[in-house]
């Protein structure tokens, strides 16, 4: 009985890997349809079962107009999972979201240039294409 309870032990100590969001490989194309070089890209994560804090990464289009993310994981114990559950709501009252969560936004030439993608966890699209958007959006890094 007590081998049964060190393992269960164990086993809410140790921090299992949770995926956050999927890796990301899109191509990315101008309102014209052709792959877009040189554009910078945003990827936002957060798993807000975990805690709220969001993490940022600003990249550039390649050549081909590629961009690529890598998966985003976190390695949590059972236990933090178990907790957060309760933790978390209390902590930030005011932001009710739970799970995990991404976007991508593409910023195009022109502040009304844009398009993004959320994310809960399926994969990403293979292709973004920019569009008109119906406001402006820049980016807090250039």
């Known amino acids: 009985m007590a081998a049964i309870a060190v393992l269960v032990f164990i086993l809410l100590l140790f921090p299992f890997e949770k995926i956050v969001a999927p890796a990301a490989n899109i191509q990315i194309l101008g309102v014209n349809g052709a792959p877009a070089p040189g554009l910078l890209v945003e990827q936002r994560w957060a ?34 999972r178990f907790l957060s559950l309760i ?27 844009w398009t993004s993608q959320d994310n809960t966890g399926e994969p990403w699209p293979q292709v973004m294409q920019l569009r008109q958007g119906e406001g402006e959006i820049r980016p807090k890094v250039e």
Request: cysteine-free.
């Open 87 to 113: 933790l978390v709501p209390l902590k930030g009252a005011f932001h009710m979201s739970a799970g995990r969560y991404s976007t991508i936004i593409v910023y195009g030439p022109d502040p009304k240039i």
């Open 47 to 80: 798993d807000y079962s975990l805690s709220n804090e969001v993490a940022t990464e600003y990249k550039k289009t390649d050549a081909a107009g590629r961009i690529w993310f890598p998966k985003r994981t976190r390695r949590v114990p059972l236990i933090w």
